[in-house]
């Protein structure tokens, strides 16, 4: 029997074998790529209030912890019985995690999004006056060279199309959409509603019994893969949790504030559209680098067609917050958790960016900073394996490293 298995022919066809196998389910997976994709789409309709419950419970965490730390403290004078005090802090942290969700959801549907309707209607109704207005502006500064009032108007004129076009075609019919189906589709409602309130019911379980959860996910995971992966794999999951819940909650947090007091400097200046441009900073904000860029770009056209000196202390106000968030907010909220130079910054930005839009901006900086460290971490353990150096300074000059005393040997520096 050992003699078949250690016979070049049988591994050769084993491995024939695993690739005709590997093309022809490729090739069914291409020519039923509606059905399997329709399946994928069932199952993320079944498992959705579960993925809701698991976003609410992510989100919620800082808080409930928050407020049981504050009703542990405050109820242990009074309860000494350790259970009883949990069960009550339990008890009264999820409610008031839920009531703060609840704010945040009315606000955003019956407050935000019909007064962000009001202002997108409003610049598309007042659109040609206020295009009139910067188109005489522009004719008046450019008047002395006429190729360049003729490039800069054409531009002008190109950007303001495609712009009233995406907002009477493409954001306003959205928000309608999103609107109406809240408030108004019946069918809608019932299927949300059923959804997020059992997604609430399975975000209070993670959220009472998540250390429970991870002990059994721990314990199965050193049942199937052993210590050395198992450790490994933990390593991994402590640091990939770390990134996301660090990244993600810092950077929503320094959005709010930046777009808190952009929309207090906006109202304070008597500047146009400051609720609509202030959530287009915020949201803008929490991509890295970019950000700031992107989000100043439509403020600044929407106020410049009002008013330009209004779009100069737009600019203004803009530098300053970026000022504050880059000096102050970040390195205290944020700081270096992703833990990866400024070129592979701006090098997950463009690649996610490109791969998977607006979303993958945002994300494309904590999952790179994933994949560097889980890479990084399993080539300095391969290289502690074999006793090579594997601190990055040792390879800083390096000319060779000694075969006999491992040892890195650096080239000689030349005045």
């Known amino acids: 029997m050992k003699k078949i298995y250690n016979n070049n022919y049988f591994k050769w066809g084993l491995v024939a074998f695993a690739v005709i196998a590997s093309s022809l389910l490729l090739y069914f997976f291409i020519l039923r790529i509606d059905f399997i994709a329709n399946i994928f789409k069932r199952i993320f309709i079944i498992l959705k209030p579960l993925i809701y419950g698991i976003v609410i419970a992510f989100l919620l965490t800082q808080i409930f912890n928050y407020f049981k730390k504050v009703f542990n403290k405050l109820l242990s004078k009074k309860i000494k019985n350790q259970k009883k005090l949990n069960k009550i802090s339990n008890v009264i942290s999820i409610i008031l995690s839920i009531i703060i969700l609840l704010l945040i959801l009315f606000f955003i549907f019956y407050i935000l999004i ?49 712009i009233l076009e995406w907002m009477s075609e493409g954001l ?59 450790n490994s794999i933990l390593h991994s999951a402590r640091y990939s949790y770390k990134i996301f819940n660090g990244f993600i909650k810092g950077k929503l947090f320094t959005s ?49 067609m009002v008013s330009p000196i209004q779009a100069l202390y737009f600019t203004i106000l803009i530098i300053i917050l970026q000022q504050i968030e880059g000096n102050i907010l970040e390195p205290k909220i944020v700081g270096d958790i992703t833990g990866i ?53 040792d390879y800083l000059d390096l000319k060779y490293i000694d075969e006999t005393t491992k040892k890195p040997v650096k080239l000689k520096s030349s005045n």
């Open 341 to 393: 130079s400024g070129f592979w910054v701006l090098f997950a930005i463009i690649v996610f960016g490109d791969l998977f839009g607006f979303i993958g901006m945002i994300l494309g900086v904590p999952v790179f900073a994933i994949i560097y460290h889980f890479i990084k971490y399993n080539a300095d353990k391969y290289l502690s394996k074999r006793e090579l150096p594997y601190n990055d300074d």
């Open 256 to 304: 709010l504030i930046i777009g808190t007091a952009c929309y207090i400097g906006m109202i304070i200046l008597k500047m146009p559209y400051a609720l609509l441009i202030s959530l287009i900073i915020a949201v803008t904000n929490i991509i890295p680098f970019f950000g700031p860029i992107i989000g100043w770009v439509p403020g600044v056209i929407l106020i410049a």
């Open 172 to 230: 306003l019919p959205t928000m309608e959409n999103i609107f109406s189906n809240v408030t108004t589709g019946l069918n809608g409602m019932y299927i949300f509603l059923k959804d997020f309130i059992i997604g609430i019911v399975f975000s209070v379980y993670l959220l009472i019994y998540k250390n429970k959860y991870i002990a059994s996910l721990k314990k199965f995971i050193y049942t199937i893969f052993g210590i050395s992966k198992a």
């Open 114 to 162: 019909p007064r962000l309707m009001i202002s997108i209607l409003g610049i598309i109704e007042s659109w040609s006056i206020n295009a009139n207005n910067i188109e005489m502006w522009l004719r008046d500064i450019l008047k002395v060279s006429p190729t360049l009032e003729t490039i800069i108007l054409n531009a002008v004129n190109d950007s303001s199309k495609s």
